[in-house]
Nanobody, 123 residues
Framework: QVQLVESGGGSVQAGGSLRLSCVVS????????TAWFRQAPGKEREGVAG???????SYAESVKGRFTISKDNAKNTLYLQMNNLKPEDTAMYYC?????????????????WGQGTQVTVSS
């Protein structure tokens, strides 16, 4: 059974930084695809950043240059370093995983999800 557990959310002022973590368990090796999504109240879930099976990354335009996704295969942990945070980044952040998504930022492509961690950015 694949399980994902996020941590690292919190409240920061605009311009601040946070690092989210997501521990992934249940896969027999590290060659799976992972991604971060977020959902603000009243809005649809949107993709933030993804990593494919070979380690290639992709980002939403709104976070390029500010967020960095990375994966530590030895620890089975996915990270999202978020710098220069803006109030519009406020949302519940979720990590997701699946075998063959190629890291695409489409929620329906992922079968496994964490419970989410809240990020709140004040102006």
């Amino acid at each position: 059974q694949v399980q994902l557990v996020e941590s690292g959310g919190g409240s920061v002022q605009a311009g601040g930084s946070l690092r989210l973590s997501c521990v992934v368990s249940g896969y027999t090796d590290s060659r799976y695809c992972t991604a971060w999504f977020r959902q603000a109240p009243g809005k649809e879930r949107e993709g933030v950043a993804g990593i494919d099976r070979d380690g290639s990354t992709s980002y939403a335009e709104s976070v390029k240059g500010r967020f960095t996704i990375s994966k530590d295969n030895a620890k089975n942990t996915l990270y999202l370093q978020m710098n220069n945070l803006k109030p519009e980044d406020t949302a519940m952040y979720y990590c997701a995983a699946d075998l063959w998504t190629d890291g695409v930022l489409v929620p329906d492509e992922y079968n496994y999800w964490g419970q989410g961690t809240q990020v709140t950015v004040s102006s």
